[in-house]
């Protein structure tokens, strides 16, 4: 019934958000039996199988084909363009990723985890100063971001703007105090300018912190995030939509 595909919907999304991938995976699956021609069932289903993939290829490429199906049966599908970006990132398909992105802020100028995601592929093709760009767009729209800041320091530092590289790794400890992996690009990039004690202490406190858990962030680190449809979510892992440095800022699931 309707009523029964709506709620294996609603609860592969909360699913979701717990970071419960894979009673995301059995339950979205399930409802896309129900109602195989519907865009958000395959985008869900898209994001449940991106999130437990672990590394697995066949089961990226397998996202990326409901995403795919979700844009052809709903082309102006913000969060399904933005989710098959995500999976192609995982693939190190910059290129087809960055078109992802850009259909998915064409429909959606308003978000911040896509441009920040579209800032790491840049980066991974060795397009920093347009990489920066795409970090400073994410950061206008979402200036409380630890990782765009993240992500930005280690674009500067790749074009050898160190000082900049400092002052956005500034700004990522600030709204992230125990990532390890600001602390420690921030070292790097005083050592760069030859501030050798302020340096070994960042190191130092980057070594002390770095048993916690934390995203990773492109060039020094990775990216996440997944785009769903029914309300709010938040990645990853970068968050669900909202879901997301670099590990990939994953889900859009609202």
């Known amino acids: 019934t309707r009523s029964h595909f709506g709620a294996l919907l609603l609860l592969g999304l909360m699913e979701l958000q717990d970071e419960n991938p894979r009673r995301a995976l059995e339950l979205t699956a399930r409802a896309t039996v129900l109602e195989p021609h519907n865009p958000d069932a395959c985008n869900y289903h898209g994001s449940a199988l991106l ?7 066949d089961q990226v490429e397998a996202a990326i084909a409901n995403f795919d199906r979700a844009i052809a049966l709903r082309p102006d599908y913000a969060d399904a363009h933005y989710n098959r970006g995500n999976a192609l990132l995982e693939l190190r398909r910059y290129e087809d990723a960055i078109a992802s992105y850009d259909r998915s802020i ?11 995601n579209r800032g790491i592929a840049l980066s991974g093709l060795n397009r920093h100063s347009e990489a920066i760009d795409s ?33 956005s790794y500034d700004a990522a400890i600030a709204l992230w105090p125990s990532s390890a992996q600001a602390q420690n690009n921030r070292g790097n990039a005083l050592s760069q300018l030859q501030q050798w004690e302020p340096a070994t202490k960042e190191l130092r406190a980057g070594a002390a912190t770095r048993s916690g858990s934390q995203i990773l962030a492109w060039g020094v680190a990775g990216t996440r995030g997944c785009a769903c449809a029914t309300g709010p979510v938040s990645s990853r892992r970068p968050p669900i939509s909202q879901g997301g440095s670099t590990r990939i800022r994953r889900h859009a699931c609202r």
């Open 106 to 116: 064409a429909r959606n100028p308003a978000h911040p985890l896509a441009l920040n």
């Open 51 to 57: 999130e437990s993939a672990q590394g697995r290829t």
């Open 135 to 167: 970090f400073n767009r994410a950061i206008a729209l979402r200036c409380d971001d630890a990782q765009a800041y993240l992500n930005r320091g280690n674009a500067l530092q790749e074009l050898a703007q160190f000082q900049a590289a400092v002052a």
